[in-house]
């Protein structure tokens, strides 16, 4: 993954450095939340690890931005922090963190936090690209809602540019739907058999 | 390392390894980063109690308690935790005395590290 860290103590930024480095994944580092929302501005990361307090911006702040950003793809928020009650871990959840660990952290603990993080960003993006292609599916559809003329003698449809179009055609041309011919009983008994009963009388004539 | 009194630990070297991985370069580099940066902390710390700026000494005492557990300083972490909650508290009574313990505990955590 490419990870966003930021940290305004250096001690920490080293030591997470060299750690996600050594599991693996690709960091970088900011000294504090708005060098970091200035990095992410700039190209895109898989999960950001933040600390809580950092001058000019803090964790939470950094978070609430993120999420607001909605035109980038999910990126997972980890915060990591000395503070540890349960009103803090409710208000980083709120601001936007999926996950938070406090410091001193386990190396092994934050390697099995960051892996159960790429399942969920697989998970995230991939229903991400299911909306796309929902939305894009029901863009598609709504070409056929609204009030169309129709002739109510041959069924022509009249266009958007005031061509009057067979209806297999105009919908073929708006949907993804495409025509066999085919015919229906109705028609069969209708129109069909009185055609081949007249051919078989032309027939019959003929021989004699 | 022991500071001859049951309290907390000079320097917890199983938490030092820990975040290092016992790699004694990185070990070295992260002691030196941990003093440099606490000395000028302090100094903010230190002008910060001066002039009263209270929220600033709550910021600065929070983010040295962190540095100071990450590399195992127990005993300056828990110090510098009591510095931040009387600034998270406003209390500026016994915050001169609190700030002086903190001081002395990094000061027995840089000599620690120092003999590494």
Redesign the interface.
Known sequence: MRILVAD?????R??LS??LT?FGHEVEVAEDGQAAWESFQRQPFDALVL?W?M?RMDGPDLARLVRADDDRPFCFILML??RRTTEDLVEGIAAGADDFMT??F??DELRARLHAAERVIALERRLARKVDDLEQALSEVKTLRGLLPICMYCHSIRDDRDIWERIEEYIAQHSEANFTHSICPGCYEERVKPMLSELKKDAEKKAI | MDNGTTGPAVLDRA?LD????G?AD?IR??AE??V??AEAQLEVLRGALEQDRIDEVH?VA??L???S????ATEAAEAFLAVEVKGRLQETEGLAEALAVAEQAFERARAALASI
């Open positions: 305004d103590d250096p001690g920490t080293l030591v060299t750690q050594d600390d307090m001058p922090t000395s410091k001193p386990d190396k | 938490q820990e975040a290092t991985g790699d990185l580099e992260l980063l941990y440099l940066d910021r929070h983010g308690k962190g540095s557990a990450s590399v195992g």
